[in-house]
């Protein structure tokens, strides 16, 4: 199952566009979130890379697979095109030790994001407006990540 969580409430910075059509293979994305807790930045982490594959893990139709080297803890961030609208939300990695004893080659690089129709489907349920965005011009990467950096919150969950 996918589990997905809609917060409430002000001051939780910039909103970030929904681009109207899909992620493309090839595509230039960039992902920003908050992996591996104190071990890594508590300010962000930036990553870049691509749309390697038009479905997911076993060929999921509903998440794609991106370059972007992604962490434990990243899960939820966006994933947006150059322009900086989102097409997607960081999901998960491949295992990689799992694949490596299973084939005896260490996977670099698998990652998934779920595609933004799941986000649009939920928030289209609660009625939460969202502006969507047809494919725009690029940003210079540092507009980028600052972009990011004002629309992404970190969210710690304890059991």
Known sequence: PIYLALLAGGGFGTRLKIRGA??????????????????LSSSGNLATGSVSSATGFQGNVKAFQISAPEQAGA???????ESGAVVGMVASKLNALAIAAATGDLAQNVNFAWRIGLLKTLMD?????????????????????????KATVKIECWR
């Open 22 to 39: 899909p992620a493309e293979l090839g595509e230039v994305i960039t992902s920003y979130g908050f992996p591996l807790g104190p071990v």
């Open 125 to 149: 349920q609660k009625d939460i407006p969202y502006e969507e965005s047809p494919k725009g011009h690029a940003r210079a990467a540092v507009d980028l990540a600052g972009l990011l950096q």
């Open 75 to 81: 899960s939820g961030g966006p994933v947006v095109d």
